[in-house]
């Protein structure tokens, strides 16, 4: 895999409302530049500023939401809070975000009957194609084939 920490995501019940109905892991392969480089920078975005930058997205949930703006709420710099946040996170704020996206629109899947452009607008994807694209990318598995295999 190159050196690089790849997300996986497991399901998890939907009898725990508060919690995400997938759960990010990351596999235990060491990112490139080591163990180290990867706490050097975990430190620098602390366990309280990570938690605002996560419910900051979870607000924002169906807005346009930048990597810009989310490095604006750290002081860090650009490339260490993308760096910091992954370390925390597993994977880069963006990809994060989507994880955050998804999981929302599994919720709407199985709690709704909402069809697939409306749960697109709720939770921030461009359109159907986006949501359709992220779901593959992120579960490996079509919204379509997660309505059936819960109903």
């Not at 309280?48 to 900051?56: G, I, P, T």
């Amino acid at each position: 895999m190159g050196g690089r920490t790849v997300p996986h995501f497991a399901a998890v019940s939907k009898d725990t409302p508060n919690f995400p109905v997938i759960s990010p892991t990351v596999s235990q392969e060491i990112p490139a530049g080591g163990r180290q480089a990867q706490d050097r920078t975990g430190h620098l975005l602390t366990a309280k500023s990570y938690q605002q930058v996560v419910a900051w997205m979870r607000a924002r949930i169906d807005e346009r939401i930048t990597e810009d703006a989310l490095c604006a709420l750290s002081p860090l710099g650009k490339e260490t809070f993308r760096r910091a946040f992954a370390a925390r996170a597993g994977m880069s704020p963006m990809r994060y975000l989507t994880w955050l996206r998804v999981d929302m629109a599994v919720r709407l899947l199985i709690d709704t009957r909402f069809d697939l452009s409306e749960i697109a607008f709720v939770t921030g994807f461009k359109g159907e194609q986006g949501l359709i694209a992220a779901f593959v990318s992120t579960l490996g598995v079509r919204p379509q084939a997660l309505r059936v295999t819960t109903a």
